[in-house]
């Protein structure tokens, strides 16, 4: 038994939460696990972020007992409170007499306890649904993240206050007259905005490639949450933010032909800017997180039984296939909270299991339509590692990935 890890009563809805302790001096994290039960409405913040390397990794001390955990877990808890404790200054809010506490799935849950790993996964919908906020830990190195937020914030402000909320003010460029968007970022750096606009291209580019954006369970993570800030080391901010600020974007490349003709110098450095828009009108990633960002309003209810919202819970579910997971099963599992399947997380089943388990509930689900296997045309073939152990009726997924996340 590990001495960590007390059972967890199912039936009351128990799950754990971390209190952050002072850390030692080597600035080694101290943390002290608690054991609440969902039916009590506990304060807590949930976790969203990428594993890492499970390879290479870092002490902290839980309970008392030393323990390993990666390098992107023990950044995240490093940093995590202080940076939530900057977003919501000058804001109300209460935690409670037990002060901040924070749900980490890699902490809370008992990894070696399969049973409780199963019991764990089937109340995740819960779970972040239940907490006050989901902090999403999009990135350990802070390099241009900060920037992109920083950017992001203030065209979030351009669309919320000097267009009044209306995205279609943009293309007046009235608002640009008197709102110095990105120069005081220039004069920050030290750099004439010529020079700036190549180096944030490159921002945003590693930006809509973090790791973060292309694991399978972040999807559900940004759906469940009543409220998802984005951090990293230094910065943060807010979904509201981040979705607005990357349509406005969107909005913008596709004016830029518009943006050419302008008067360099009515636009000073603004114009020269905005000459990197060409990059996201040819950006994959960045129309990918726009779409993953908007998840949480395209479904409202996911036990309809409407032909339209079956299509679309069954096309949810392809999309688990096309991201990043440690464990495979996890494809099917990890959007479970989005596509309503009736499937129960299992971790003693194989893979060959799992998978024939999302079929028969495509089946399943599909019958009222009358075309069963309407899902194998939407479904990518060939499932790499596995395709002599899969029935010939199962459909695979060409763009499988079952490697770790870095």
């Known amino acids: 038994m590990d001495p960590c890890y007390q059972s967890l009563d199912p039936f009351r809805r128990e799950i754990r939460l971390i209190e952050l302790l002072e850390p030692f001096e080597s600035g080694e994290p101290r943390l002290r696990l608690t054991t609440v039960s969902l039916f009590d409405r506990p304060a807590y913040a949930a976790l969203s972020y990428v594993w890492g390397d499970s390879a290479v990794t870092e002490q902290v001390t839980l309970n008392g007992e030393p323990r390993q955990v990666?390098?992107?877990?023990?950044?995240?808890l490093k940093k995590v409170k202080e940076r939530w404790e900057a977003h919501r200054q000058g804001k109300d809010f209460c935690y409670g007499p037990e002060g901040f506490r924070l749900w980490v799935d890699a902490l809370c849950i008992n990894q070696n306890d399969v049973s409780e790993r199963n019991?764990?996964?089937?109340?995740?919908?819960?779970?972040?649904?239940s907490a006050f906020t989901v902090l999403a830990w999009v990135s350990s190195e802070d390099a241009g993240t900060a920037t992109v937020f920083e950017v992001l914030e203030a065209l979030n402000h351009v669309v919320t206050v000097d267009c009044g909320g209306s995205f279609d003010f943009l293309a007046s460029w009235a608002w640009k007259k008197d709102r110095p968007i990105f120069e005081h970022i220039t004069n920050k750096k030290g750099r004439d905005a010529h020079s700036l606009r190549f180096e944030l291209a490159t921002f945003f580019q590693a930006f809509f490639k973090l790791?973060?954006?292309?694991?399978?369970?972040?999807?559900q993570?940004?759906?469940l949450a009543r409220d998802l800030i984005c951090i990293c080391p230094s910065a943060s901010i807010h979904r509201s933010s981040l979705s607005t600020g990357l349509i406005c974007l969107k909005r913008l490349s596709e004016q830029f032909p518009l943006i050419e003709r302008l008067p360099t110098s009515e636009f000073s450095e603004f114009h020269s800017f905005l000459k990197f828009?060409?990059?996201?009108?040819?950006?994959?990633?960045?129309?990918?997180?726009?779409?993953?960002?908007?998840?949480?309003?395209?479904?409202?209810d996911r036990t309809a039984n409407d032909k339209a919202e079956i299509c679309k819970r069954i096309e949810l579910s392809v999309l688990g296939f096309r991201h990043e997971a440690s464990d495979p099963r996890d494809h099917v599992y990890g959007l479970l909270a989005l596509t309503g399947l009736e499937i129960t997380p299992d971790y003693t089943k194989s893979v060959t299991e799992v998978f024939s388990d999302?079929?028969?509930?495509?089946?399943?689900?599909?019958k009222c339509?009358?075309?069963?296997?309407v899902f194998l045309d939407s479904m990518p073939n060939g499932l790499d590692g596995y395709q002599s152990q899969l029935p010939s009726w199962l459909p695979g997924t060409r763009e499988y990935r079952s490697r770790s996340p870095q």
């Open 277 to 300: 828009l060409r990059f996201f009108s040819f950006n994959v990633g960045f129309n990918k997180l726009i779409s993953k960002l908007s998840i949480q309003a395209a479904e409202s």
């Open 211 to 219: 790791q973060y954006w292309r694991r399978v369970w972040i999807m």
């Open 119 to 129: 019991h764990q996964v089937q109340m995740m919908s819960e779970i972040y649904s």
């Open 358 to 366: 999302y079929a028969r509930a495509i089946v399943e689900e599909t």
């Open 369 to 373: 339509l009358g075309y069963k296997l």
């Open 70 to 76: 990666t390098l992107n877990v023990a950044a995240a």
């Open 221 to 223: 993570e940004i759906f």
